[in-house]
């Protein structure tokens, strides 16, 4: 029966394949099944004139004057720590408005767009490197049960997490020297732990070299940008006074992190980031080839957790590792020998993790994202069914 039921599912996967302009019409359907599966409370947008979120009025200084120093009273406060994250605030100051409310609605159709285009290179990406036609379209959609994809139609605090992964994905979308150079440098100044994540862009451009010549400009890019953008960085605090708080007292820190918050919480925060999928980053050690491969997705893989675990937004920041998931689900598919036994291997991560909620895990803090039936129910029923 469960046979019989997967059966139907492939059909009809290989079916939508032979629609005209089926990736635009994928990429349509994947950012309205993220919509309505986490949809976000528009009314904070609605009602910004009244009561709204403190971090946007950082941003709103921000946006004005992107190279003045943020000085903000507590220092383990989100607003603190972005200083270098210069990217989203100089896109906004081309927006058509300075006023608040303006830019945080403005800035959240920028962010729309941006994963209508993140999920379209997926498809390409995803095209580009698997053959199996039923992957091509289950690969993007298992992105749209994780963090990943829903961050681009769900932020209303303006994390910009979701520009970072745009740009982390256009560098391993391409293999032109400049252009990853470009992406990789936005994606940092977007937020610092993209840096972390160029080790798993090194290594997908490292595995598609040619196997007699290693050394290609694609490879070398990530090289280029790390140095390139700790200078620039060193330049703008040392010329503008730019600088994010570290010690005690900033919320960064394992032991400080440890010290707050239980094993329980932080265990949750981990899985949140990538549920189910985390069993293909495990099996990543045993089907990737060659010592250098392996020592550099394993340490990539254990950087982005001890980072994601030195701060508070623990399933935010392990969402930086995405790619990780891109490499293994590739090689795997290559060198997989039962093609249809792989397929319901990955379709049974995808059914697993859609029916696990989205959670943002920070601190002690655990956030549910509700569907839009969800919050549709709670008009009527506010004290039975709690809503984000």
């Known amino acids: 029966m469960l046979n019989r039921w997967f059966s139907r599912i492939e059909s009809r996967f290989l079916a939508f394949q032979r629609i005209k302009h089926w990736k635009f019409y994928l990429t349509l359907l994947c950012c309205l099944y993220c919509i309505l599966s986490n949809t976000p409370g528009y009314t904070r947008l609605?009602?910004?004139?009244?009561?709204?979120?403190?971090?946007?009025?950082?941003?709103?200084?921000?946006?004005?004057?992107?190279?003045?120093?943020?000085?903000?009273?507590?220092?383990?406060?989100?607003?603190a720590k972005l200083a270098f994250r210069l990217v989203p605030p100089i896109l906004a100051k081309i927006l058509p408005s300075s006023d608040l409310c303006d830019r945080m609605i403005w800035l959240f159709l920028l962010q729309n767009?941006?994963?209508?285009?993140?999920?379209?290179?997926?498809i390409r990406l995803t095209e580009k490197n698997v053959s199996d036609r039923f992957l091509r379209i289950l690969v993007p959609c298992c992105f749209c049960v994780l963090y990943t994809a829903n961050s681009f139609f769900c932020d209303l605090t303006f994390f910009f997490d979701s520009f970072a992964f745009l740009f982390l994905l256009i560098s391993i979308s391409y293999s032109n020297f400049f252009i990853i150079c470009i992406s990789l440098f936005l994606a940092c100044f977007t937020d610092e732990r993209?840096?972390?994540?160029?080790?798993?862009?090194?290594?997908?451009?490292?595995?598609?070299?040619?196997k007699e010549?290693?050394?290609?400009?694609?490879?070398?890019?990530?090289?280029?940008?790390?140095?390139?953008?700790?200078?620039?960085?060193?330049?703008?605090?040392?010329?503008?006074?730019?600088?994010t708080p570290h010690g005690p007292g900033t919320g960064v820190g394992i032991r400080e992190v440890l010290s707050k918050n239980s094993w329980d919480t932080i265990s949750l925060g981990i899985f949140?980031?990538?549920?189910?999928?985390?069993?293909?980053?495990?099996?990543?050690?045993?089907?990737?080839k060659g010592r250098i491969a392996r020592?550099?997705?394993?340490?990539?893989?254990?950087?982005?957790?001890?980072?994601?675990?030195?701060?508070?937004?623990?399933?935010?920041?392990?969402?930086y590792g995405f790619i990780g998931i891109l490499i293994i689900l590739f090689?795997?598919?290559?060198?997989?020998v039962e093609p249809a036994g792989?397929?319901?291997?990955?379709?049974?991560?995808?059914?697993?993790?859609m029916l696990n909620p989205i959670l943002s895990v920070r601190g002690y803090n655990v956030d549910i994202s509700n569907p839009v039936f969800v919050k549709y129910l709670n008009r009527f029923h506010k004290d039975e069914i709690p809503v984000k």
């Open 331 to 336: 090689e795997m598919h290559k060198k997989e």
């Open 342 to 353: 792989f397929n319901k291997f990955v379709f049974l991560l995808f059914i697993t993790s």
């Open 194 to 210: 993209a840096l972390i994540a160029c080790g798993f862009v090194l290594l997908y451009h490292l595995l598609r070299s040619p």
């Open 213 to 243: 010549s290693k050394i290609t400009g694609s490879v070398i890019a990530p090289f280029v940008v790390i140095p390139v953008y700790l200078g620039a960085r060193f330049y703008l605090q040392y010329h503008f006074g730019l600088h």
């Open 295 to 319: 020592i550099i997705y394993a340490g990539t893989l254990l950087c982005i957790v001890g980072v994601g675990i030195s701060v508070y937004d623990f399933s935010r920041s392990i969402s």
């Open 113 to 122: 767009i941006a994963g209508l285009i993140f999920i379209f290179l997926l």
């Open 46 to 79: 609605t009602r910004c004139s009244g009561q709204h979120d403190p971090i946007w009025e950082t941003i709103n200084k921000q946006v004005d004057h992107p190279l003045s120093p943020i000085v903000i009273e507590n220092i383990s406060y989100h607003e």
């Open 272 to 288: 949140s980031a990538f549920k189910s999928f985390w069993l293909i980053l495990l099996l990543g050690v045993f089907y990737l």
